[in-house]
């Protein structure tokens, strides 16, 4: 009898055991797959950051001091093989050989990134400056609201280490790449004299506005993306990212986030503005606060832009609107965080009562030298496919090469513009 109850006891052991080792086999291996999960997305956000630019489907396009290689993309097979290797050699852009000439100071911006040389069919590609500004519609940025820094700064003057930068704009306008141009570039001196001189904690550039970057502004007060705010609302500089809205609603067809509408995944019909019995095509948005509703995708560029732009609601009549800023903010364009991201940042910065410098702990780039993002600044689920991701070279090409207003047909041309706000369209020279 004693035996049998020693066996069944050891029995008991055994299987308790068995589960024992069953439960700590599940606990590190969900351990594991977190800490990959983990380390994928850290990786993955450095190298989208501040890689050099991989195109036409990941094949190297340039070369940076150090790297032996570098390798084509697959263009097919062509007749004339000397134009082929002409494409696909090598070059440092000179003004000996007219390579240079008319793309000056977008060659000067890759130098920074240690770029030496590309390959010509790629620079070729690269618009020239004139076909730039003709394109973007200025020579210089456009940087709106600059009377309201001084409210900001004095607001803030009782503590000025409170003073915080975040990017706000609707979805596909470049609050990313914003995000890191400040993180890299701009310092609030007060602050990161409270961090004992470590501008990478303290130098003050917030990824996103306390109410939420995409968040529309009349919920400024009301909402909060935290629980635990770390900052006051009015300490904070919302600069808003606002985009050419023909160029804006094409990207909305390709990477909708929130907003839905009909016709939105037709690429031909895409941004259908009407329906076809001609009443609105409604869009609406999810936002952290909740759902909003808009005519159509243009009356939603409208409403967004309108809270930060009016400082009254825009009446029925569209008459009487008070372009007073509502509160200290700075709107910028998308395009000029592109091809002046130096001068933008710049005085951005310095509205805020910021300092635009090099931080010590970046080694990317020269001590002194503006750091400019060479690589797509979004990184995450949430940002689409790669295949739609823009690096520095890339934007250049697709930001200014085209006017964007030829995407539209006649038709849907004069839809866009009995919609779109004329004070907002001719303050930000979209017109």
Known sequence: MALLTTSSSSSVRRSSSSRLVKLLAVLLFLTLVTIQFSLVARLSKLSELDDPPRLHGGSKQIRHDGNKDTQSADRGAKDNTSLLQDEERLITPSTSDGTLQGKERLWQMLITRNVTQLYASYWNSVPHWDAVTNNIHRTAPIIHGLETCETFQKITSDSPSQRRIAPAGLFNTG???????????????????????????????????????HTPARYRRTYSTSKNPKYSVDEVLPIVLVRNPYGWMKSMCRNPYTASWEGRSNSKTCPKLKKGNNQWNEVNVKFGPGQTHHKSLGHLFNDWYGDYFYSNSTKDDGNERNTTAPFPRLIIRFEDIIFFPQEVTEAVCKCAGGTLGHRADDKDVANGTFHYVVRSAKAGF?????????G????????????????????????????????????????
């Open 175 to 213: 609050t990313n790449l914003l995000s890191v141009l400040l993180e890299y570039n701009c310092q609030n001196p007060h602050r990161v004299e409270k961090f004992n001189g470590n501008a990478k904690r303290g130098h003050g550039n917030e990824w996103q506005t306390r109410w939420g970057k």
């Open 382 to 390: 949430g940002h689409g496919p790669q295949s739609h991701r823009n």
């Open 392 to 431: 520095l070279i890339d934007s250049w090409i697709r930001y200014g090469s085209v006017d964007p207003q030829s995407e539209y047909s006649p038709h849907d041309l004069a839809l866009a513009q009995e919609v779109l706000d004329p004070l907002i369209m001719d303050a930000f020279a979209y017109s």
